[in-house]
């Protein structure tokens, strides 16, 4: 493990690798390091003709990809460098379990940081709606452009003061998601049916009230199945599903229309046609709020109308199923962990102003079942890693999923320790004694989650009712993980709901 005080002089020694690199290719007479090629990077064996595509197929090492063990088995087997040769049209990929690398790839770059993946999405926004503008979005937006949009929306959504104004109204939020949840519970106790989709309900009327300003009313029990908000929750659910056909594995819809792009394209314009109702919706309760604090999209309208629209579009995108998906885990780690449940309560129930271990309790089941499984940045020069020529336009991937349940890297990893987010640095748990680029939740940087302190406030606000109200417990196995394009917890949902007396 490496320590951050010993990362500067790690830095220098890769610096310095790449100098001597340099000298070595200006003059032989240097006898230097030789880097190996890319193509001796260890990785699944490759066929005449078809190359490594065939381990996609049933029964290949990525024949299921929904299998959450797949990576890890992949890093057990190749090494914490693992190589992918292009396919159809998709730039070679490069796994990586090394934080080391990671960070210095991360770092590297960060001034106009190229994050792959929703392609698919770029392409409906780029050219299967041709009549759209210049910006198409912070997900599918890369070089000036995004850099553009991203500066004019970070003041907006990013910083700590701006964000702590929306406290009240999630709040409001969750407690009547507490009510809800009563109301729907069984005799047992338990809320069976649709569990994750109550959570995703929960998650849209929070960032739909951040985004637009106003309440959607989604939990009124009298919603009909096939109201915007149920069908805004599906399409995202089926949205990210879709992508990870067409952009995570190898495909051939580049080329050819295939029936599941036809799909995505649907599903896209789907998507588009749901947040342009809910859009018009907040702007017509915009005419008649009171004056309370503004959402997103009206502060936004102030500086830039497309800017406005596509922010909260992407909102509805990308906060619904990552914020739910977060809560369901730390709902289960605190059944299984009925101590740090208590303690959690202590807190809570407490009035202090900072509630740290809540704060640690949400970020250690992001550690131990993050919604997503890592990150990447395409390349954008040739690199050193591990010894190994990494040319430029190679998707590398950072299995923070993988790298974060090391114990090289977190001491007694696979535990749930919440504690190890606020001990001090004399204890070998602190988390400072972890590599830092072993974890990355919410990304880095640059780029990074630009709806993570949204996200974080209103976690941290349903969490703490949710923990003062009840009793959360768990029975039978532990629910199973799929991963698509972000990890889903899926049922059935053995929770049990008392009531705290
Ligand atoms: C638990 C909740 C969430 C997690 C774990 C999460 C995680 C991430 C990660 C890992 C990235 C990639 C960052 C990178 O490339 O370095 C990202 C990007 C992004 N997230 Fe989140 N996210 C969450 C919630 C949200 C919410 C609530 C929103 C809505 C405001 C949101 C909107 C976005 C957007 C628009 C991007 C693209 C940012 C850019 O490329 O500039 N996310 N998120």
Same mark, same amino acid.
């Given at each position: 493990m490496q320590t951050t005080k010993l990362r500067p002089l790690f830095q220098l020694i890769s610096i310095n690798k790449e100098v001597i690199r340099t000298v070595a290719v200006a003059s032989t007479a240097v006898k230097t390091e030789a880097l190996k090629p890319w193509n001796e990077i260890p990785g699944p064996p490759s066929l005449p003709i078809i190359g490594q595509i065939h381990h996609f197929l049933p029964g290949g090492t990525f024949g299921d990809m929904k299998d959450p063990d797949t990576i890890m088995r992949l890093l057990d087997t190749y090494g914490p460098a693992v190589r992918l040769d292009s396919m159809l049209g998709k730039p070679p990929l490069l796994f990586l379990s090394d934080p080391d690398s990671a960070e210095l790839v991360l770092r590297s770059e960060n001034w106009l940081p190229y994050r792959p993946g929703f392609q698919s999405l770029e392409f409906y926004r780029n050219d299967y709606k041709k009549d759209k503008g210049r910006v198409t979005g912070l997900i599918s937006d890369h070089g000036e452009v995004w850099k553009e949009f991203r500066s004019t929306v970070n003041p907006v959504m990013l910083q700590p003061k701006t964000i702590k104004l929306y406290a009240k109204v999630l709040d409001e939020v969750a407690q009547d998601m507490i009510v809800r949840m009563k109301a729907n519970r069984d005799e047992k106790n338990m809320i069976t049916k649709d569990f994750d989709k109550e959570m995703n309900l929960w998650a849209l009327e929070s960032i739909g009230t951040v985004a637009l300003g106003c309440r959607l009313n989604s939990f009124d029990p009298n919603l009909p199945a096939d109201s915007p908000e149920w069908q805004l929750i599906q399409c995202v659910h089926d949205l990210f599903s879709t992508a990870n056909e067409l952009d995570f594995k190898p495909s051939i819809w580049r080329y050819y229309a295939t029936p599941t792009f036809k799909q995505a394209m649907k599903l896209y314009e789907h998507h588009e046609n749901l947040t342009k109702y809910f859009i018009n919706k907040g702007k017509e309760q915009l005419k008649t709020k009171p004056d309370n604090e503004k959402g997103v999209l009206e502060k936004l309208l102030e500086i830039n109308e497309e800017v406005a629209h596509i922010m909260a579009s992407d909102m509805l995108f990308a906060g619904v199923d990552t914020a739910a998906n977060t809560v369901t885990a730390t709902l289960y780690l605190l059944a299984k962990n009925p101590d740090k449940q208590a303690k959690l309560r202590e807190e809570v129930t407490s009035n202090v102003e900072k509630r740290s271990y809540l704060r640690a309790c949400?970020?250690?089941?992001?550690?131990?079942?993050?919604? !997503?499984?890592?990150?990447?940045?395409?390349?954008? *020069? #040739? /690199?050193?890693?591990?010894?190994?020529?990494?040319? @430029?336009?190679?998707?590398?991937?950072?299995?923070?999923?993988?790298?974060? !349940?090391?114990?090289?890297?977190?001491?007694?990893? *696979? #535990? /749930?320790?919440?504690?190890?987010?606020?001990?001090? @640095?004399?204890?070998?748990?602190?988390?400072?004694?972890?590599?830092?680029?072993?974890?990355?939740?919410f990304g880095f940087g640059a780029r990074s989650c630009i709806g993570r302190r949204?996200?974080?406030?209103?976690?941290?606000?349903?969490?703490?009712?949710?923990?003062?109200?009840?009793?959360?417990?768990w029975f039978g196995p532990p629910p199973t993980v799929v991963q698509e394009a972000l990890n889903y917890i899926k049922g059935p949902y053995n929770f049990v709901f008392k009531d705290i007396k």
């Open positions: 949400i970020k250690e089941s992001l550690r131990l079942m993050p919604v !997503v499984s890592g990150n990447a940045r395409r390349t954008t *020069k #040739e /690199y050193n890693i591990l010894g190994y020529q990494v040319p @430029k336009g190679v998707d590398v991937i950072f299995t923070h999923r993988e790298m974060s !349940v090391m114990d090289k890297y977190y001491p007694k990893a *696979k #535990e /749930y320790i919440p504690e190890r987010w606020l001990t001090n @640095k004399d204890d070998p748990l602190h988390y400072g004694n972890a590599h830092p680029f072993a974890y990355g939740p949204i996200a974080e406030l209103e976690m941290d606000t349903f969490v703490a009712r949710l923990i003062e109200n009840f009793q959360v417990e």
